[in-house]
T-cell receptor, first 113, second 110 residues
Framework: EAQVTQNPRYLITVTGKKLTVTCSQNMNHEYMSWYRQDPGLGLRQIYYSMNVEVTDKGDVPEGYKVSRKEKRNFPLILESPSPNQTSLYFC????????????FGSGTRLTVV | LAKTTQPISMDSYEGQEVNITCSHNNIATNDYITWYQQFPSQGPRFIIQGYKTKVTNEVASLFIPADRKSSTLSLPRVSLSDTAVYYCLVGGGGYQKVTFGTGTKLQVIP
């Protein structure tokens, strides 16, 4: 089944403890992206990647890192999480030039205390 | 990057046709128009995509006028399970930094 898989689905952590949210897709998509969703603010793009070793900032990149060493994986790294990063996170992928036809993961609900 | 404007919310009775319009005045020549559906705590789901005129699939139709400055998502005979937030997204023609609008919250009433 074609899908984007995120792990974990739920995570509670403490301020300052580094964490990684994994994202993997099995559709050979070149493009991958991370979003966060907060009440009243919709979906905001954090980082995106056009292909392996090519990443760029979205609208809200502060406090996040990403890497794209393989085509299928695009992990989101929080080096020192803070409470304002408590949010619902989504990973998405698509073929380049698809015109925005993204496949989204099921989401990761992160709570930083 | 084209900015989109949609109504914040809409109500509809079961069995009616629902039309949600999105404005995108500064759409670029190579931009597509894509609509997504999102249920609470789930990832957005692709509904339909178009470039111009009309596109229809098994769940919706998308109407795009000649100037492409707006688009209308049409959901035929909605049911309670269509209650969700609907997002219009414009881009993809080389622009991979994308911005979702705040979406339209559709409430279907029995």
């Amino acid at each position: 089944e074609a899908q984007v898989t995120q792990n974990p689905r739920y995570l509670i952590t403490v301020t300052g403890k580094k964490l990684t949210v994994t994202c993997s897709q099995n559709m050979n998509h070149e493009y991958m992206s991370w979003y966060r969703q907060d009440p009243g603010l919709g979906l905001r793009q954090i980082y995106y990647s056009m292909n392996v070793e090519v990443t760029d900032k979205g609208d809200v990149p502060e406090g996040y890192k990403v890497s794209r060493k393989e085509k299928r994986n695009f992990p989101l790294i929080l080096e020192s999480p803070s409470p304002n990063q408590t949010s619902l996170y989504f990973c998405a992928s698509s073929f380049r030039g698809q015109g925005g036809g993204y496949t989204f993961g099921s989401g990761t609900r992160l709570t930083v205390v | 990057l084209a900015k989109t404007t949609q109504p914040i919310s809409m109500d509809s009775y079961e069995g009616q046709e629902v039309n949600i319009t999105c404005s995108h005045n500064n759409i670029a020549t190579n931009d597509y128009i894509t609509w997504y559906q999102q249920f609470p705590s789930q990832g957005p789901r692709f509904i339909i995509q178009g470039y111009k005129t009309k596109v229809t699939n098994e769940v919706a139709s998308l109407f795009i006028p000649a100037d492409r400055k707006s688009s209308t998502l049409s959901l035929p005979r909605v049911s309670l399970s269509d209650t969700a937030v609907y997002y219009c997204l414009v881009g993809g023609g080389g622009y991979q930094k994308v911005t979702f609008g705040t979406g339209t919250k559709l409430q279907v009433i029995p």
